[in-house]
């Protein structure tokens, strides 16, 4: 301690003695003071890059395993026919019949036949069982959202309309009536008249009627370029329907898979023809169609195949044509419940003057006179506004008999 002490006693002498020192002491003292500073800012920045290495390393692993799953070979989809001991026949997408294995992970209770699974490119086995075994078309046929037309909505159909419920609604909602009476319910119903009259609205207004489940196709979807692919949407809509029955299966613009079948060469006659068999098949065939409702709909009735119309599969044939006087002003009535009208419009005399007028023709004398009125600053739509809009439909209807090409552009 005596030493020490004595130690320092001396070089504060010499420090003393020479003052120089002491400011390379103080300027050595910062150095170290900005080194220190410099070796924590360089740890500091060496944690960030080494987390940000980590961050980087997985997504690079991440990006690999998507890389490696887009250069997997690609699965092909087929459908299970039979189960035969712990192997499965089965059916490829290009319709060849295959005895496969199967991963015996699957659950046996999936594997039905009928169940549309994915198989290895190679081996063909069976993967994995795909959950929505409907094709997106038919599950996209479902109407979820209920229309929110109402039969109140249309005018001068009220024998229509009955007729409508008689056949598609009752079988459905009294089934024991037509079984103690020993009779079979109708299969189908087709709505045929000149277009703009009102038959898709029928079925809209059906669809939020009923509490069936409502499937609505247009029949042009159902006609396909591959051999088999109609015919098997047509096969998945109604086993889809019979799934969730009891429920209604409306085919709009049915000619287009309906027409009469002819002697053509042509493949895609015959493939039409094709998927009108199924058709026919499904609605009077062996397999069960109790619980189904079909609606279709055509202002093409001279095209349809007489196969289509007799009793067994379209049953009642519901005509809808151009509205009459009544029904004319029926559909005024509806189509200007929320339109403010002046004193001096009387429904009754535009009523005369669109006589022959479609529903979809009447609906546009009003928006027309509307437009009339919005145009003239109005507040009110006048006579003369309606005048105005039977005058415009009727010089349209004129121009569309013309055969002049011109007339398309009026």
């Not at 026919?81 to 059916?91: L, M, S, T, Y």
């Not at 006609?223 to 047509?234: D, M, S």
Request: aromatic share 4%; hydrophobic share 40%; net charge negative.
């Amino acid at each position: 301690m005596a030493s020490r002490a004595a130690r320092e006693e001396s070089s504060n002498e010499t420090l003393a003695e020479d003052p120089s020192k002491k400011g390379d002491i103080d300027l050595l003292r910062e150095d170290f003071e900005r080194l220190a500073d410099r070796t924590q800012t360089l740890l500091t920045e060496k944690l960030l890059l080494e987390n940000e290495v980590t961050q980087l390393s997985k997504r690079a692993s991440r990006l690999e395993e998507d890389l490696r799953h887009l250069k997997s070979p690609p699965l092909v989809v087929g459908n299970v026919q039979d189960i035969v001991d712990d192997r499965a026949i089965v059916k490829s997408s290009n319709g060849t019949v295959f005895l496969v294995t199967y991963n015996p992970r699957l659950e046996a209770s999936t594997l039905v036949p009928g169940a549309r699974v994915t198989l290895n490119q190679d081996t063909l086995s069976i993967i994995e069982v795909l959950n929505d075994g409907w094709d997106p078309l038919v599950a996209a046929s479902e109407i979820i959202e209920k229309p929110d037309v109402e039969f109140s909505m249309l005018g001068g159909l009220d024998k229509q309309i009955s007729s409508l419920k008689e056949a598609a609604e009752l079988p459905l909602t009294n089934p024991e009536a037509f079984e103690r009476f020993g009779i079979d319910p109708p299969r189908g119903v087709l709505l045929s008249g000149p277009p703009g009259n009102g038959k898709t609205m029928l079925a809209k207004a059906l669809a939020n009627s009923t509490k069936a489940t409502f499937l609505g196709i247009v029949g042009s979807e159902l006609a396909q370029k591959y051999i088999g692919e109609g015919g098997r949407l047509v096969r998945e809509l109604f086993d889809m329907a019979r799934e969730r029955s009891p429920s209604i299966i409306f085919i709009d613009e049915i000619d287009a898979i309906g027409s009469k079948r002819l002697d053509s060469t042509t493949s895609g006659d015959r493939e039409v023809h094709r998927t009108l068999m199924q058709l026919l098949s499904e609605m009077d065939g062996f397999s069960s169609s109790e619980g189904i409702s079909v609606i279709a709909a055509t202002n093409r009735m001279e095209l349809l195949d007489k196969a289509l119309l007799r009793p067994g599969r379209f049953d009642r044939i519901i005509s809808i044509s151009s509205p009459d006087k009544d029904g004319v002003k029926d559909i005024l009535e509806i189509h200007t419940a929320k339109v403010p009208l002046a004193k001096d419009v009387d429904l009754g005399k535009i009523a005369k003057n669109c006589e022959g007028f479609s529903g979809a023709e009447i609906k546009a004398v009003v928006t027309e006179a509307a437009m009339s009125a919005i145009s003239s600053g109005g507040k009110q739509v006048s006579r003369s506004d309606f005048e105005e809009g039977v005058a415009r439909i009727l010089k349209e209807r004129t121009s569309a008999t013309k055969t002049n090409p011109d007339a398309l552009y009026q």
